[in-house]
């Protein structure tokens, strides 16, 4: 069966620097979706990457979607403490699997 | 976007028991899904409830445990029946919508067994 592994699991960082969490699937994808959950809420469409090394922005989030739609990274750059949260990506290939989600904190 | 609400928002049941959760959207929907979210881990998808039919189960989930109705485009429940400790957990549904079925998430309910 698909298998999404997000990695890493939990990242620290100070205010200012900047985040990347990486997902990775063992089979080819029809498209990406990426999700935030805030600390005690539910979690949020971000976006949804469908075309091979599709690259989407918004405002300090840039996402990316692998050559082989394998992949697909979030960046954030020069965090705040409102990025605080886990990012979830959801690989969508007949059917969704949630990875295992990227959780940050950021320190003021 | 869809607006989901989800009743109760919380509770605390004893062993043994069944509760019924509600999920409501304010637009009909075809897409609609119930996950289980233990603490501080992912999510875990139990059910698509599908209009009209019987729900579509993921591997390690029974209906007998968790039934689900779906009796119209905009509301569906999903029952957790015999309930022990280890059913403690975060119920969430969610329905796809948008162009890229998007999910859209109810705000949950935090269950704790007893």
């Known amino acids: 069966g698909q298998q999404v592994m997000q990695i890493p699991q939990y990242q620290h960082v100070q205010e200012g620097e900047d985040f990347t969490t990486y997902c990775n699937s063992s089979?080819?994808?029809?498209?990406i979706q990426w999700y935030k959950q805030r600390p005690g809420g539910h979690p949020v469409f971000l976006i949804q990457?469908?075309?091979?090394?599709e690259v989407k922005k918004q405002k300090r989030l840039t996402f990316q979607f692998g050559e082989a739609k394998k992949n697909s990274s979030l960046h954030i750059t020069a965090t705040q403490t409102t990025d605080v949260g886990t990012y979830f990506c959801?690989?969508?290939?007949?059917?969704?699997?949630f990875g295992d989600g990227t959780t940050l904190t950021v320190k003021p | 976007s869809a607006v989901i609400s989800q009743k109760p928002s919380r509770d605390i049941c004893q062993r043994g028991t069944s509760l019924t959760i509600q999920c409501q959207v304010d637009?009909?929907?075809?897409?609609m899904f119930w996950y289980r979210q233990q603490p501080g881990q992912s999510l875990t998808l139990i059910a698509t409830?599908?209009?009209?039919?019987?729900?579509?189960?993921e591997s390690g989930f029974v209906i007998d445990k968790f039934p689900i109705s779906r009796p119209n485009l905009t509301f569906s429940t999903l029952t957790v029946s015999n309930m022990s400790p280890e059913d403690s957990s975060i119920y969430l549904c969610?329905?796809?919508?948008?162009?890229?079925?998007?999910?859209?998430f109810g705000p949950g309910t935090r269950l704790t067994v007893t």
């Open positions: 959801v690989a969508n290939a007949g059917k969704s699997t």
């Open positions: 409830a599908n209009q009209g039919s019987e729900a579509t189960y």
């Open positions: 637009s009909q929907v075809t897409m």
């Open positions: 990457l469908v075309k091979s090394g």
């Open positions: 969610s329905v796809g919508a948008g162009t890229g079925f998007e999910q859209y």
């Open positions: 089979t080819t994808l029809s498209n």
